[in-house]
């Protein structure tokens, strides 16, 4: 995420806890999607949950991006 829009979330998050649940998520998937990319081989059913979290870190992500396009808009 760019310092821009981390900025938006730290200043929002205490008042916005859907935007801080999301944020929290998102950060939870990277997490785990990281321990799976140190892995050399990936079981089929690690594979499985690996596609199923990038999908929802992707979903998580695209709700935050609303989220913060609405404070981007209040800033302004």
């Known amino acids: 995420m760019e310092k ?4 938006i ?3 929002h998050m205490g008042d ?3 935007l801080a649940g999301l944020y929290d998520e998102h950060l939870e998937f990277e997490r785990i999607l990281e321990k799976f990319n140190q892995k050399p081989f990936l079981t089929p ?6 596609k199923q979290l990038q999908k929802k870190k992707l979903l998580g992500r695209d ?3 609303s989220i913060l396009q609405k404070y981007r808009r209040q800033d302004n």
Do not use: N, Q, Y
């Open 16 to 18: 916005d806890k859907i």
């Open 4 to 7: 821009r829009d981390l900025d």
């Open 63 to 65: 709700r935050i991006e």
């Open 45 to 50: 059913s690690e594979e499985v949950e690996r």
């Open 9 to 11: 979330i730290e200043r």
